[in-house]
């Protein structure tokens, strides 16, 4: 059971100003009303955004007419009018807040931007949608289980107003593009760190894709376009890049070196390693270390 008085009363009290390092939201007021009837046409300088926990209605933007239902949502633009209508009234949850924008940054105030303009005015999704589940963490219950403890309003609440971008279809190419430029980062990184631990093994595009769950295709195309080599370069420069490593820090016979970086034999090795440096393996060492020991004379 919702404790929709008190509810009211701790969201207005402590979920006022919602800030992190990348936004900062203002609140006038929350509202948790369990009956809602027809308010007048009306327009806010801010945003609202309503959920509709039980009931049915009309909910009219700028004329335009729009059925809402138990998990509606819908926004209320700065500058448009709109109205609620309802003849059994609604339980109605609802947030008004606009962005401090000297404290918010570029890319999420062009999104809220972008959300004045554009947002799809009505949305209608299940109880078990992320922004409705923001919505149900936030309201306190008869009993002392399930609910949040205090510290954690401000954080949901912020997280609950900055998930209405995506609810109402707004995200700006800039982000979009980020997002996507980071998802291929990450994935390139776990990529470099597989095979740098597993360089000992036999390492093939079919294991690193399997272990990523991604297709051989996308991950091939992620190592062409990311670094500009092929997988199979990339893991023949790793397994060079290693065993000069081995060679220049250690006293390990040049065979052992070869099976620890994943060369099946000393030929290949020593024929890999001349492609890449220009001098096999032993005479590499000897040289490099010759020239150590003139520098520490020196």
Same mark, same amino acid.
């Given at each position: 059971?919702?404790?929709?008085?008190?509810?009211?009363?701790?969201?207005?009290?402590?979920?006022?100003?919602?800030?992190?390092?990348? &936004?900062?939201?203002?609140?006038? =007021?929350?509202?948790? $009303?369990?009956?809602?009837?027809?308010?007048?046409?009306?327009?806010?300088?801010?945003?609202?955004?309503? =959920?509709?926990?039980?009931?049915?209605?009309?909910?009219?933007?700028?004329?335009?007419?729009?059925?809402?239902?138990?998990?509606?949502?819908?926004?209320?633009?700065?500058?448009?009018?709109?109205?609620? *209508?309802?003849?059994?009234?609604?339980?109605?949850? =609802?947030?008004?807040?606009?962005?401090?924008?000297?404290?918010?940054?570029?890319?999420?105030?062009? /999104?809220?931007? &972008?959300?004045?303009?554009?947002?799809?005015?009505?949305?209608?999704?299940?109880?078990?949608?992320?922004?409705?589940?923001?919505?149900?963490?936030?309201?306190?219950?008869?009993?002392?289980?399930?609910?949040?403890?205090? /510290?954690?309003?401000?954080?949901?609440?912020?997280?609950?107003?900055?998930?209405?971008?995506?609810?109402?279809?707004?995200?700006?190419?800039?982000?979009? &593009?980020?997002?996507?430029?980071?998802?291929?980062?990450?994935?390139?990184?776990?990529?470099?760190?597989?095979? *740098?631990?597993?360089? /000992?093994?036999?390492?093939?595009?079919?294991?690193? &894709?399997?272990?990523? $769950?991604?297709?051989?295709?996308?991950?091939?195309?992620?190592?062409?376009?990311?670094?500009?080599?092929?997988?199979?370069?990339?893991?023949?420069?790793?397994?060079?890049?290693?065993?000069?490593?081995?060679?220049?820090?250690?006293?390990?016979?040049?065979?052992?070196?070869?099976?620890?970086?994943?060369?099946?034999?000393?030929?290949?090795?020593?024929?890999?390693?001349?492609?890449?440096?220009?001098?096999?393996?032993?005479?590499?060492?000897?040289?490099?270390?010759?020239?150590?020991?003139?520098?520490?004379?020196?």
């Amino acid at each position: 059971m919702y404790l929709y008085k008190e509810t009211n009363s701790m969201l207005n009290e402590i979920a006022t100003v919602l800030q992190t390092n990348d &936004a900062c939201f203002k609140v006038h =007021y929350w509202g948790v $009303n369990p009956q809602l009837f027809d308010n007048p046409v009306h327009k806010h300088s801010f945003f609202e955004v309503c =959920y509709v926990l039980t009931g049915e209605g009309t909910y009219t933007d700028d004329g335009v007419d729009y059925p809402i239902q138990s998990g509606t949502h819908f926004c209320s633009r700065p500058g448009v009018t709109h109205q609620i *209508r309802t003849q059994e009234g609604l339980f109605l949850l =609802y947030v008004a807040f606009e962005l401090d924008e000297s404290l918010t940054h570029g890319t999420i105030r062009e /999104a809220f931007e &972008a959300l004045s303009e554009y947002a799809a005015v009505c949305v209608h999704q299940d109880d078990l949608h992320p922004t409705a589940l923001l919505w149900k963490s936030l309201m306190l219950q008869d009993g002392m289980t399930g609910n949040l403890p205090a /510290a954690a309003i401000g954080t949901v609440a912020y997280s609950l107003i900055l998930s209405f971008l995506a609810l109402f279809g707004v995200q700006t190419q800039e982000r979009m &593009a980020n997002m996507q430029r980071k998802n291929t980062n990450m994935l390139l990184q776990q990529a470099k760190l597989y095979i *740098r631990d597993n360089l /000992a093994g036999t390492i093939g595009l079919t294991d690193v &894709a399997r272990y990523l $769950n991604v297709s051989e295709r996308h991950l091939s195309r992620l190592f062409s376009a990311g670094i500009g080599e092929t997988f199979t370069d990339f893991i023949r420069h790793e397994r060079v890049r290693q065993a000069t490593r081995l060679l220049l820090g250690t006293d390990l016979p040049i065979k052992q070196i070869a099976e620890l970086t994943g060369f099946s034999s000393v030929h290949y090795f020593t024929r890999v390693f001349m492609e890449d440096k220009k001098l096999p393996p032993g005479r590499f060492r000897e040289t490099k270390n010759n020239i150590t020991s003139l520098i520490q004379k020196d």
